[in-house]
């Protein structure tokens, strides 16, 4: 069972003097468990509309959305689903051990652990010395740890998280990606929104991006890593010799290279692949989808 299953997801908004506003456009996606899936888009793609549906928040004009084989629009099927929204707003007059308890509670999880994991959780996202001052005293990126720590508390099974590295520094920022990869390994599905390429290369199995509504494409990360290559780097010197010689070759002229390397007795300090990295990717589906409306 896929723990994400999107079927011909349509979403319409009206808009001014009458005018219809597609924001989602037949969209198909399934998201096994134990996948970290990227939503790639720009600003007004669809991400965040898709994000809601999922969430129950609002409803598809056509199709469906299904979590762990229940439909969204279900309560149950929010069970075991844990959701960071794009702007995290909390009743700020509450401090961070109350809203999590709050969280807990409304899991239905017992006092003593809500208690164990809230003090765990706090103490990873270094708001443990702030857990009782009140919600509206935290900075932006305070908050926007405390959004990652209510995701937690109830051990989900599925990770909505929409923009979850927005406001944090890079210490917090390299959190999240570390957390990210531990929910990954304990076998959950962590489906997160971005239009920064850089979060996706870290931490996703898979990318999907999303222009004007519509999913343009779907493609294993470390497969575009590998077909990106447009060439490598090369440090290498004779043995003994501390002065070393730099190369850069064509992808093609790899085996050659290296065959006249080991024939001459010299050794490889360093063998690096030169590659497009995945925000290039990303421009040049854009930049496609553009000239399609064309």
């Not at 005018?19 to 970290?36: I, M």
């Not at 109350?98 to 652990?113: A, M």
Request: with cysteine; glycine share 8%; hydrophobic share 40%.
């Amino acid at each position: 069972m896929d723990a994400i299953e999107l079927v011909d997801l349509t979403k319409i908004f009206p808009g001014k003097k009458g005018a219809r506003v597609k924001a989602l456009d037949h969209l198909d996606l399934r998201v096994p468990q134990g996948e970290v899936f990227g939503f790639l888009g720009p600003n007004g793609a669809g991400k965040s509309t898709t994000i809601k549906i999922l969430m129950g928040l609002i409803r598809p004009t056509q199709g469906q959305a299904r979590l762990l084989g229940t439909p969204a629009t279900l309560p149950q099927a929010r069970l075991t689903t844990g959701y960071l929204p794009e702007n995290p707003a909390f009743y700020d007059y509450l401090n961070a051990s109350e809203y999590l308890t709050f969280i807990g509670q409304s899991f239905k999880l017992d006092t003593t652990t809500i208690a164990a994991r809230s003090e765990t959780i706090l103490h990873r996202l270094s708001l443990w010395e702030a857990r009782k001052r009140p919600i509206r005293s935290y900075s932006k990126g305070m908050v926007q740890r405390l959004g990652i720590a209510q995701v937690l508390v109830h051990q989900p099974e599925i990770y909505i998280l929409d923009e979850p590295m927005s406001g944090l520094d890079p210490i917090g920022r390299a959190l999240v990606k570390e957390i990210i990869l531990e929910l990954k390994a304990a076998g959950k599905c962590v489906f997160f929104s971005t239009h920064i390429t850089s979060d996706v290369e870290a931490v996703c199995d898979r990318v999907g991006v999303i222009l004007k509504g519509k999913l343009q494409t779907v493609q294993e990360v470390g497969t575009l890593m590998e077909k990106g290559i447009t060439g490598y780097h090369i440090r290498h010197r004779m043995p003994g010799q501390e002065i070393f010689k730099e190369s850069t070759i064509r992808p093609e002229e790899l085996q050659v290279f290296m065959t006249n390397i080991f024939q001459s007795g010299e050794e490889v300090i360093l063998l690096e692949p030169l590659r497009k990295n995945l925000e290039a990717f990303f421009l040049s589906i854009v930049s496609q989808g553009s000239s399609n409306d064309q």
